[in-house]
């Protein structure tokens, strides 16, 4: 056996949970900083918050470490990976002018501009009094109301009428964060159709695209109530087949990394884009510099191939040379488990049962999002407490065993969606019916 190598993820979701699962079972040792009661269990967690870059710098120097991971956007955004790099360590991820690509909505347009990447048209405004004005004049309505910077998710209006859309540029002028995070606000043409994430790993130069994905964004079943950071996702979904992901890559992938490298603003790292299926084709809703969560979740159950290899090509410049990844066949579903009051306020420390149940359940690994060890009891520690994960042979058997072991799992006032990949399920019927109808009839 050579050595195993030692390498540090930054985060605390379940993102950063599968993360740490996947790079174990590629045969690293793993350091998670700061991590959750899930990554305690299979790895070693150090109390530093995701934010802290001279205590991860720290850390990462003085346990030699020699590659880092990083999960969420804001470290990213923040300029962790140039610190790193200035200090000669070795970290997976985007600059902090290429994380610019989801840090700010201004400059992802002008990137997408650069690239001729098909996206909504947009105006920018500098003040609240400008972008009313807009909306006072504006005929064409449905609009989306953007904040420019990062907002945790609630810098996003979809505005169905001019009174919506002004509430909307009032929310935004009153809130001191988001005031703080935007400066601009960004007013869209609300586009229709199916979203889906289309996630890739690019060293700047070679592109490895990964099978698509669909999240569910909305709080509730049929995709209703409050926005939230994602309620389950599923891979891959059958919304992108294999022409359509081509096109994705070439119209949207190849482009936007391009125009990137040409702007003198390399990416390096994993370049999520969230995608809009209109009928005149995919365009970009927004673009993430890191792997989604709970996308992530779904999409490493089933890579069968090394993710560590990629990340390291991905540091070293040398994608090109890699194999591209191999997948497990079948599907994958990831179903949130949240606290009551999500994505309002909520409570924690509820004692979280059936954990091992659910997880001696075949094809199924319970990822843990938002939990701590209190007296050696695994309790809820937030909103999205469990990104419930299982592979199966067909998207309806992966659906049936994740919910099979979502009612192993309780605590008080736990909840989820019910509706996990129907839409997927219902879009594999209608192209069943659709093979079926165009079959020759038999001769008689
Ligand atoms: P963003 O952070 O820009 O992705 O926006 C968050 C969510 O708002 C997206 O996942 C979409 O559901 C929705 N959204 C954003 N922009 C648009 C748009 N132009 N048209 C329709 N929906 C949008
Ligand atoms: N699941 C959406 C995100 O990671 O941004």
Redo the contacts with the bound molecule.
């Keep these: 056996m050579p050595p195993s190598r030692r390498v540090l993820v930054v985060g605390s979701g379940g993102r950063e949970h599968a993360l740490v699962w996947k790079l174990i079972q590629d045969g690293a040792e793993v350091l998670v900083a700061p991590g959750n009661a899930g990554t305690a269990s299979i790895a070693e967690n150090v109390p530093i918050a995701a934010t802290d870059i001279p205590g991860l710098l720290d850390v990462a120097r003085r346990r030699g470490v020699d590659l880092t991971v990083v999960g969420p956007e804001v470290p990213l955004v923040a300029g962790i990976v140039d610190e790193f790099t200035a200090a000669g360590l070795r970290i997976f991820g985007p600059t902090k002018r290429a994380a610019q690509i989801e840090g700010s909505?201004s400059f992802c347009k002008q990137i997408l501009h650069r690239g001729d990447v098909p996206t909504?048209m947009f105006r920018e405004f500098r003040t609240p009094a400008q972008a009313r004005e807009y909306i006072e004049v504006r005929e064409d309505i449905p609009v989306?109301v953007?904040a420019d910077g990062l907002a945790a998710?609630k810098?996003?209006f979809?505005c169905d009428d001019r009174a919506a859309a002004l509430a909307a540029i009032e929310a935004l002028a009153a809130d001191p964060l988001l005031a703080a995070a935007s400066g601009n606000i960004l007013i869209?043409?609300?586009?229709?159709g199916i979203?889906v994430s289309v996630l890739a790993i690019t060293d700047g130069r070679t592109i490895v695209t990964l099978p698509p994905l669909q999240d569910h964004?909305a709080a509730h079943d049929d995709d209703a109530g409050p926005?939230t950071g994602g309620m389950g996702a599923y891979c891959p979904t059958p919304f992108v087949d294999e022409p359509l992901l081509a096109e994705i890559e070439a119209r949207i992938l190849v482009p936007t990394v391009h125009a990137m490298r040409r702007a003198k603003v390399p990416f390096q790292g994993v370049l999520y884009a969230?995608l809009?299926l209109t009928a005149q084709g995919p365009k970009v809703?927004?673009f993430n510099a890191r792997f989604g969560d709970p996308e992530c979740e779904p999409l490493l159950l089933r890579m069968e191939s090394s993710l560590l290899e990629l990340l390291d090509a991905t540091v070293d410049r040398t994608l090109e040379t890699c194999q591209p990844p191999r997948w497990r066949d079948g599907a994958a579903v990831s179903v949130v488990m949240a606290s009551e009051g999500y994505p309002g306020p909520v409570s924690k420390g509820q004692p979280i049962r059936g954990l091992e149940a659910a997880g001696r359940l075949p094809n199924v690994q319970v990822f843990h999002a938002a939990t701590r060890l209190a007296d050696g009891a695994v309790v809820a520690d937030g909103g999205r407490v469990l990104a419930v994960t299982a592979l199966g042979s067909s998207l309806a058997r992966a659906k049936l065993q994740a919910y099979t072991a979502v009612k192993e799992i309780r605590w008080a006032g736990a909840w989820c969606r019910k509706d996990i990949s129907d839409k997927g399920l219902r879009r594999e019927r209608e192209l069943l019916a659709a093979e079926v109808a165009s079959e020759e009839p038999a001769a008689s």
Aim: aromatic letters at 0%.
């Design positions: 909505k909504a989306v953007k998710g810098g996003v979809v869209e043409e609300r586009l229709d979203e964004k926005n969230g809009m809703l927004e």
